[in-house]
DNA sequence: ACAAAACCTGACCAAAGTGTCAACTTACTA
DNA sequence: TAGTAAGTTGACACTTTGGTCAGGTTTTGT
């Protein structure tokens, strides 16, 4: 029988945990939560379904365990939004870093892609109030830009989900993104094309001199 | 036994399949496909289960017929991209047209977002061919433009994903658009105000002058 | 070497879900 | 108004699936 363990080298543990979650990643981000079978994951990590649930107590766990985990990787390719970067500067490596992220992590994207389109269901209090306070910091930033007069008035909180969607959008709806360029799958070409696509157009908006 | 009936005039057939439709996209967008049960469409649509199954033999038959359905209101709000209008005008339109669409049906554009991260299982070849041929009509105009000097040279494809993914956003992912304003829910106002920066956002960047 | 903790797993269960059906009622038509 | 087509429905058959469990094996610390 498991009991608490507060073990001091743990193998095999953790090497199970990684293989569900990664197999989890995998398989939520394409059939969503409820379209995913417990057994699918098991299989697909190579471990019994009972093993599955020997790490983990029911499915709603492995989920939030992913959701978690995810969250962590995001911060990374959000923080150049710094005042003291020049603006087009600051653009360029925030989409190219997003954009980025975005092409590496694809599953991971849709799952998250997924959980707020079914209304953030599992999405914890602290997760959400995380993404706010970023948010949050990044419109100060803009906003003392503006106030300097570095880029042109706009709305800071509508332009940034503009670069989230527009960056988002090339993982999270792959077919439309591929079929809208007329190619059977997106390459890295295409994402770099994109980044520069929609750098010099917010760009061009945002700079005074235009 | 149902047989075949080529009808005259059809009132309870209409009634209850359009009943039965709404309810199914109210849910489906809300659950995704596999989350949705049929139990609780008839339940959302007032008819007993097995009378849903007299109008539709499967669960994936109505979820067929739905997305036919919303895929038909799509077009109307694309039509302003034509060589004869002002690019500006044209841009300011679409982007209108298009967030206005999306607001008045929050559930068709997430049940569509939803399918499409699932991989467009049941997305038919036809209804995507039909999406190409409208963005390959668009990307004629904006070419044309391109030509004439109109707007400044810009990759017309991933223009057009930026403002399909900036458009769609506000409804697909409601929740992260709102924490992104910091109010609870969005309103017509927080639509308009969208509308505004993605209008102005692109066109100074795409504009000549700036 | 030995015990205890950690790990593994086939078999099982209860709940939930899709789809069926036979019998019934209502609506239409000549 | 009689006959037929369309619509209705409770009950049920069958399958899938999340989760449990008893008893087994391996690993680890001393």
Redesign the interface.
């Known amino acids: 029988m498991p009991r608490e363990h507060k073990d001091p080298d743990e193998k095999i543990r953790e090497r199970n945990i990684r293989l569900i979650i990664k197999a989890g990643i995998e398989i939520f981000s ?6 995913t079978r417990i057994a699918e994951i098991a299989e697909a990590s190579g471990l019994p379904k009972a093993n599955v649930y020997y790490y983990f107590s029911s499915k709603e766990q492995i989920y939030t365990a992913i959701i978690e985990h995810l969250l962590e990787g995001w911060d990374n390719a959000l923080k150049y939004i710094t005042a003291d970067r020049e603006p087009a500067e600051a653009f360029r490596l925030y989409i190219r870093a997003k954009l980025d992220y975005t092409r590496k992590n694809v599953a991971e994207s ?1 799952l998250f ?2 959980e ?5 269901r599992f ?1 914890k209090k602290k997760d ?1 109030q995380h ?2 306070d970023v ?1 949050d910091r990044h419109v100060a930033v803009v906003e003392a830009w503006i106030a300097e007069g570095k880029i ?1 008035p ?2 800071p ?6 670069l ?3 960056t ?3 993982a ?2 792959e ?3 591929a ?4 190619k059977p799958r997106l390459k890295v070409e295409d994402y770099e ?2 980044a ?3 750098a ?7 700079l005074p ?2």
């Open positions: 394409r059939k969503g939560y409820d379209g849709r892609a997924s707020i389109i079914q209304g953030a999405l959400r993404v706010r948010t042109l706009v709305d909180r509508h332009l940034f989900i503009m989230w969607a527009s988002q959008f090339y999270d709806f077919p439309i993104a079929d809208g360029l007329k094309m994109a520069k696509t929609i010099e157009t917010v760009l061009r908006g945002v001199q235009g």
